[in-house]
């Protein structure tokens, strides 16, 4: 009497190997987007913590915001996505000129030093770094919002709007949106801080 055989016929191993085929390349897609997604959390993470780390810095040295070296006001230019500001951010005898920009989505901070008697500063930036990536403030979104002394009881003309006088200015809101792969979720971080010189003269 003859023993049935019970290997697995050549229809069965095919589909086994097809099964475990399928099973890998899904487990490998997976992996690849759980890798992806985690990878873009992180490098999020640490772009937001870098830019918060640097507004930080910056908004202490525009609250310190004096009077230039020449004697300019200490507000020297209040736009949309520019500020310009004079400020003592190295601790030495000198008053700096700074200036916190947008530019391709970059958050840049330009820094200029005085230089002679009477004092005067260099038409241009003597030193540009790059303080935050993926920056995507649009034209409806600007970067620097601006109040007057009447602020938060006048609601109506608050933000200042139009070419702003920079001796009207008593509060700024630095509102960034920032996203290294735009259109990628989760949605834009958005950071915020109010700023109020602290050296504005209010006569």
């Known amino acids: ?44 993470g640490l772009n937001t913590y870098s830019i918060d780390s640097s507004l930080k810095n910056f908004a202490r040295f525009l609250r310190e915001a004096r009077q230039s070296d020449r004697g300019d006001y200490l507000l020297l230019s209040a736009q949309p996505f520019e500020i310009v500001f004079f400020s003592n951010i190295d601790n030495d005898s000198a008053i700096e000129r700074v200036r916190l920009f947008l530019s391709n989505q970059q958050l840049k901070m330009g820094v200029a030093e005085s230089f002679g008697f009477p004092a005067t500063y260099p038409e241009n930036d003597q030193e540009v770094k790059i303080i935050g990536n993926g920056i995507v403030n649009t034209e409806e979104q600007p970067l620097f919002y601006y109040y007057n002394r ?54």
């Open 150 to 203: 009447d602020y938060p009881a006048d609601q109506i003309n608050n933000p200042l709007q139009g070419v702003i006088s920079p001796q009207t200015v008593s509060l700024i809101k630095i509102d960034v949106y920032a996203n290294i792969q735009p259109g990628h979720t989760p949605e834009n971080m958005r950071m915020q801080t109010f700023v109020r010189p602290r050296n504005i003269d209010y006569n």
């Open 1 to 44: 009497m003859f023993l049935k055989s019970q290997g697995m016929t050549l229809v069965e191993v095919i589909m086994a190997c097809f099964v475990v085929a399928t099973l890998m390349g899904m487990i490998a897609l997976l992996l690849n987007r759980t890798i992806f997604v985690n990878r873009y959390a992180i490098e999020q």
